[in-house]
């Protein structure tokens, strides 16, 4: 008899239920949850605390509207006086736009030297009434928009230094279409920062009555120059040498163009003026108006102007043509052309070269260096038979030797570069249309650390053109058709193709 098994009955076969999975810990997920948001926290602090302490902007802006220019930098650097600026301009206007960027990077650098305020001339009336009213207490009187830059001193009752800008002096303006062309907020900025926080202005002297005047619809010689010393917390003022030959004492610098009356008394003048440690003079020669007397002044100190015009001359089936217009480049140096070197610039007009002697016995005992500023292009020389109709070059390699047309000449300098002393500095020029207006950015930035330089302001002078953001307006012209187009994609076919992609995620996540 065989065994069988009884058959089992569902209550013993029936498999035993499996361990359920371990209760929830609420307690380790609040700790958890604790310790990400304390985390998130600390590296929320970490990454603002290196973004302040290690700021780092990138200005990909076609005219680089929020970057300062290198020059502008190092002279905020040396300003230590604390200053306040007051913004008077409607808000969401364009010079608001232009100028809030800007100063933002100003109170970056100045730090707690800076104190800033904007006013909605339009909008705030009750804040603007009584900026006038603090303002007049102060005899500054201000009825229209722009900016003023005031000394903010510790003291009470201190005296305050005050520079106005007006709104409509932010911007170059194009003189037929009216429209802006560049922004000139940083250079204004610049040159009203130094006239508040350094209220000395040298003074430097425009000779009047030796001197060949001459006009243009837009002003003068003198006009470019006043505009670049007012821009540099300087008092342009103009000198007859013939009649007050003894306020050469009051002066700092002196500027000569187009030197054509030059006798022994003014020789003496100018000797004086020039070989005083400090001093330094800006000659602006033409060479249609030969001065040989002032020219043996120059050879003096080892630079001696030339009978000649730099020119380029070619025969066409039309005849021959003599271009005086020269294409020149500025040339390395430590002084004037520092962060100007290489640039390209064109001197209109006609001009002539400079040679410059070394090693005299006169250079030797007071130590006169001189450096080249600027030399034409290849295809341009000097050329002595310029009333030619078609000149040429009789000796091929004179062309190939490098030619000067501007230079600088130092007196007194310390042949150790340790040694700091002060100097006699002068800028000669064989050009002098290089000053008339219009004049070129370029040009106009070398006239000012020209003038910077005799003064001996070695810094690179942080309100020049290269300063300014250029404006650039880009227009595209839209049919009626493509504006349907537009209308039709932006207020049909993306809000319907939004509602499409949210219906088909919850109907997957219902299914």
Request: proline share 8%; net charge neutral; with cysteine.
């Amino acid at each position: 008899m065989t065994d069988t098994p009884e058959p089992s009955s569902p209550e013993t076969s029936a498999p035993a239920p499996a361990a359920g999975p371990e209760g929830i810990r609420r307690g380790r997920i609040g700790l958890n949850v604790a310790v990400q948001i304390t985390l998130g926290i600390l590296l929320f602090a970490l990454v603002n605390v290196i973004s302040w302490r290690r700021f780092r902007q990138w200005d990909y802006t076609y005219s680089r509207s929020f970057t300062l220019a290198p020059s502008t930098e190092t002279f905020l650097a040396d300003v230590k006086t604390p200053v306040r600026v007051s913004v008077l301009t409607q808000r969401g206007g364009a010079v608001e736009k232009d100028l809030v960027p800007l100063l933002d990077q100003y109170r970056r650098l100045l730090r707690n030297r800076l104190r800033l305020e904007y006013i909605d001339t339009l909008r705030d009336v009750q804040a603007w009434e009584n900026f006038k009213v603090t303002t007049a207490k102060s005899n500054i009187r201000i009825e229209s928009n722009g900016i003023l830059v005031q000394s903010d001193p510790a003291k009470e009752g201190a005296p305050v230094s005050t520079q106005w800008i007006p709104e409509e002096n932010l911007y170059d303006m194009d003189r037929e279409k009216k429209t802006p062309i560049a922004f000139k907020g940083e250079s204004l900025l610049n040159s009203a920062l130094r006239a508040v926080t350094n209220p000395d202005r040298p003074r430097v002297a425009w000779l009047t009555d030796i001197v060949k005047k001459r006009m243009v619809p837009e002003g003068s010689a003198f006009n470019v120059m006043a505009d670049i010393a007012a821009r540099q917390n300087i008092d342009l003022e103009p000198w007859p040498i013939l009649q007050f030959p003894q306020a050469e004492s009051e002066f700092r610098a002196a500027i000569i163009a187009r030197p054509n009356l030059f006798g022994a008394q003014q020789e003496a003048v100018f000797t004086r003026l020039f070989e005083k440690p400090g001093n330094g003079i800006i000659v602006l020669l033409d060479p249609e108006e030969p001065c040989p007397e002032f020219d043996r002044f120059l050879a003096r100190y080892g630079v001696v102007p030339q009978d000649d015009r730099v020119l380029h001359a070619y025969a066409t089936a039309k005849g021959p043509i003599k271009d005086f217009a020269v294409d020149v480049r500025f040339l390395e140096s430590d002084g004037v052309t520092r962060g100007i070197a290489m640039q390209p610039s064109i001197l209109l007009g006609q001009t002539k070269s400079l040679r410059m002697l070394a090693n005299t016995e006169q250079q030797k005992d007071q130590n006169i260096q001189i450096i080249p500023l600027m030399s034409p292009s290849d295809r341009f020389w000097a050329e002595r038979k310029y009333s030619e109709p078609l000149p040429t070059i009789d000796e091929p390699e004179e062309k190939q030797k490098p030619i000067c047309v501007a230079l600088s000449l130092e007196r007194g300098a310390a042949r150790d570069p340790r040694v700091q002393l002060l100097s006699s500095r002068m800028v000669v020029t064989g050009n002098a249309e290089m000053a008339m207006p219009p004049v070129s950015p370029q040009n106009y930035d070398f006239l000012t650390h020209s003038l910077n330089w005799v003064l001996h302001r070695d810094v690179t002078a942080p309100n020049d053109s290269t300063t300014d953001k250029v404006k650039h307006r880009f227009r595209i012209d839209i049919t009626p058709a493509q504006w349907k187009r537009l209308f039709l994609i932006t207020t049909v076919v993306l809000p319907l193709a939004a509602l499409a992609a949210g219906v088909m995620i919850w109907s997957a996540r219902r299914s």
